[in-house]
Nanobody, 115 residues
Framework: QVQFAESGGGLVQAGGSLRLSCAVS????????FGWYRQALGKERELVAS???????SYVDSVKGRFTISRDNAKKTVHLQMNNLKAEDTAVYYC?????????WGQGTQVTVSS
């Protein structure tokens, strides 16, 4: 069973930075692509960044140039470095394997940006 444990969220002022981590268990990371999603209060969950098995990354326009996704296959972790945070980045952040079958979501980590 694949499990995801997100951490690193918190309260930060606009313009600040946070580094999110996702510990993945139950699979070999090197074989899969992963994504970071976020869900703001009252809104649908959206994919904000993804990283392929070879390390190729992609981002939604709203976070380009501010967020960086990375992976450490040996440590079985996926990270999201978030810089120049804005109030609109406030959400619960989740990581997930990008596979058609889907996995169960972790508990997520809350990011709150004060303006």
């Amino acid at each position: 069973q694949v499990q995801f444990a997100e951490s690193g969220g918190g309260l930060v002022q606009a313009g600040g930075s946070l580094r999110l981590s996702c510990a993945v268990s139950g699979i070999t990371l090197s074989m899969w692509a992963f994504g970071w999603y976020r869900q703001a209060l009252g809104k649908e969950r959206e994919l904000v960044a993804s990283i392929g098995p070879s390390g190729t990354a992609s981002y939604v326009d709203s976070v380009k140039g501010r967020f960086t996704i990375s992976r450490d296959n040996a440590k079985k972790t996926v990270h999201l470095q978030m810089n120049n945070l804005k109030a609109e980045d406030t959400a619960v952040y989740y990581c997930m394997r990008l596979t058609p079958g889907g996995d169960s979501w972790g508990q997520g980590t809350q990011v709150t940006v004060s303006s």
